[in-house]
């Protein structure tokens, strides 16, 4: 089977990579966004499935535009039987979607219906849930809403991170794709299961923004949100000389310390860790970052900063 890849999230790469190597399919070409400027010097960096598939021989596409007419007949050309996309950051146009034969799926990094959209992972730790999956999918014009063609699951661990639960999920590509591929090879049409519209939700693309605290809501909401955010978009606070305070997991949700304050207040400094009032409980902080410095543990922060009972975090006007 001739296999077309559309993927530039590095999520993807494990399912390219099994592609390549162990899968026994033809892969005819890769698109992937263009090269794309980064760090202070804005140094022009290649997608990382282009670089899997230039050590590989295998052409790449890198399309301003995947409904650009050249670039649609250049994709015409390679002749694949399946289309997959991974992450691949655009909406794709119905002619693009009608040119292989066997279908143009999508391998997507949630329990769909649940959590469309540009952040599944950050928002099935976000949301409390205890189990994600990575699922294969028919790719149609409205976003994420493909029938399903089957699902692989995963626990979501306690202490998960949005970095973690990226990879173990990235990791399950390559099993999704083993059980699905045969399904479309088999000579009859591969299972397709409709997604329930009533049990849609849905999060969109995330901005640094989104990760400032909130200290006026729950504990247990911020503590998964710290997990969520990391490594991206993060999340941060503010000092009371107006300096950013970046914040990381682990952090320990103390539900009835016996002390109270408004929220942002710290209420208690120890050795390893300091206590902050939420909006319902507190939250113990162990890993922070200063403005203009390094991630640090909590105990080098306190050493070099006179934080103590009744100081408080966030804006002045929170």
Known sequence: MKILFLGTGEIGLPALRWLLEK???EIVGVVTQPDKP????????????KVLAIAQGVPVLQPEKVR???????????EPDLILVV??????????????????INLHASLLPRHRGASPIQAAILS???????TVMFVVRKLDAGDIVL?????????????????KLAALGPVALEKALPLFESGEPAPRL??????????????????EIDWAQPAEVLGRLIRAYDPWPGTYTWLEDSKKLKLFPPVEVDPSSGLSGEPGTVLAVEKHAFLVATGQGALWIKDVQPEGSRRMPASAFLAGHAISPGARLGKAND
């Open 87 to 104: 992450a691949y950051g655009q909406l794709l146009p119905q002619a693009l979607i009608d040119i292989p034969p066997l279908g143009c």
């Open 128 to 134: 409390g849930d205890r189990e994600t999956a990575m």
């Open 151 to 167: 699902q692989e699951r995963l626990e979501i661990a306690p202490e998960d991170t949005g970095g973690t639960l990226h990879d």
């Open 23 to 25: 899968s026994g399919h």
């Open 194 to 211: 409709p997604q329930a519209e009533n049990e849609v939700t849905y999060l969109g693309k995330l901005n640094r923004e989104d990760g």
């Open 38 to 49: 980064v760090g202070r010097k804005q140094t022009l960096m290649p997608p990382a499935p």
């Open 68 to 78: 650009d007419p050249d670039y649609l007949a250049a994709i015409r050309a390679l």
